[in-house]
Nanobody, 120 residues
Framework: QVQLVESGGGLVQAGESLRLSCAASGSTVSVNIIGWYRQPPGKQREFVAG???????RYADSVKGRFAISRDNSKNTVYLQMNSLKVEDTAVYYC??????????????WGQGTQVTVSS
């Protein structure tokens, strides 16, 4: 199994930035995709960004041009740089991993989540 430790959430004003980190440990050698989902208050969890072991990235349309995901394989860590934050970005953000390469299925493991709150 994989353990995920998230950090970097907080309270910011609209237009400001945050960087989230996700450190993975355990059975990580076969992990392909590490990514981020978010769950706004009262809504379903939704995909935000993902990165494969080869460096390919994918973003939700709502965050393209504002968020950037990166991966440091030597540290088993993935980062989500969030710029130009909007009130609509307020959510609990969850780190996740997949052993497979398909975004059409749910991730295999989840972190506990970190709160991001953006005020106007």
């Amino acid at each position: 199994q994989v353990q995920l430790v998230e950090s970097g959430g907080g309270l910011v004003q609209a237009g400001e930035s945050l960087r989230l980190s996700c450190a993975a440990s355990g059975s990580t050698v076969s992990v392909n995709i590490i990514g981020w989902y978010r769950q706004p208050p009262g809504k379903q969890r939704e995909f935000v960004a993902g990165i494969s072991s080869g460096g390919s990235t994918r973003y939700a349309d709502s965050v393209k041009g504002r968020f950037a995901i990166s991966r440091d394989n030597s540290k088993n860590t993935v980062y989500l740089q969030m710029n130009s934050l909007k009130v609509e970005d307020t959510a609990v953000y969850y780190c996740s991993v997949r052993y497979g390469s398909s975004y059409a299925v749910l991730p295999d493991y989840w972190g506990q989540g970190t709160q991001v709150t953006v005020s106007s």
